[in-house]
């Protein structure tokens, strides 16, 4: 069955980065991206990004250009999202989810349990 | 960017009601939507893509219809696990979420 496991809560400081892994499993990894999609707080859904798992394609929410890279690791068919210049209101819960291809965008089938980062001084 | 706006924002319901929930996109999206359902602590949940194509083991109690600019998610019958937040998200141009709606117990 698919699986996308993703690691623990993170605490940081505002400046600081973070990195947060999701590890697939029971699929060809390299069949779909992956796309990251964040929620704070109390709040709905924002999209991240999304990355190739085939060739390292990515595309970012504009918002996010240049504090954001997601990268994978073919050989152990896991996913990164890394974010820097943390910021309070970065604050959110964390998910990787498998997307799946429409016409110029993704849906996403399967998700990720999600990861808490919290950003606090 | 396409805006995504999902009506109501809250919706109160009992156990068998007849349930609707519209999205509107701000630019045509043809077919390209799906809805999710997200119970609290969770992950969401896919329920339907393509606007109309229920997700494999999703109730068929869950129906979703609409194409361009306006779609609706319909729940024929709620049940007590369908107490949850729903969102539609378009995938035309890159990929917008709705800002959610929260179906409650009447």
């Known amino acids: 069955q698919v699986q996308l496991v993703q690691s623990g809560a993170e605490v940081k400081k505002p400046g600081a980065s973070v990195k947060v892994s999701c590890k697939a499993s029971?699929?060809?990894?390299?069949?779909?991206?992956i796309s990251w999609v964040r929620q704070a707080p109390g709040q709905g859904l924002e999209w991240m990004g999304w990355i190739s798992a085939y060739n390292g394609n990515t595309n970012y929410a504009q918002k996010l250009q240049g504090r954001v890279t997601m990268t994978t690791d073919t050989s152990t068919s896991t996913a990164y999202m890394e974010l820097r210049s943390l910021r309070s209101d970065d604050t959110a819960v964390y998910y990787c989810?498998?997307?799946?291809?429409?016409?110029?965008?993704?849906?996403?089938?399967?998700w990720g349990q999600g990861t808490l980062v919290t950003v606090s001084s | 960017d396409i805006q995504m706006t999902q009506s109501p924002s809250t919706l109160s319901a009992s156990v068998g009601d007849r349930v609707t929930i519209t999205c509107r996109a701000s630019q045509s999206i043809s077919s390209w939507l799906a809805w999710y359902q997200q119970k609290p602590g969770k992950a969401p949940k896919l329920l339907i893509y393509?606007?109309?194509s229920l997700e494999s083991g999703v109730p068929s109690r869950f129906s979703g219809s609409g194409s361009g600019t306006e779609f609706t998610l319909t729940i024929s019958s709620l049940q007590p696990d369908d107490f949850a937040t729903y969102y539609c998200?378009?995938?035309?141009?890159?990929?917008?979420f709705g800002q959610g709606t929260k179906v409650e117990i009447k």
């Open positions: 989810a498998r997307a799946v291809e429409g016409d110029l965008g993704y849906y996403f089938d399967y």
């Open positions: 998200q378009q995938y035309n141009t890159l990929e917008t």
């Open positions: 393509k606007a109309s």
């Open positions: 029971g699929y060809t990894f390299t069949s779909y991206g």
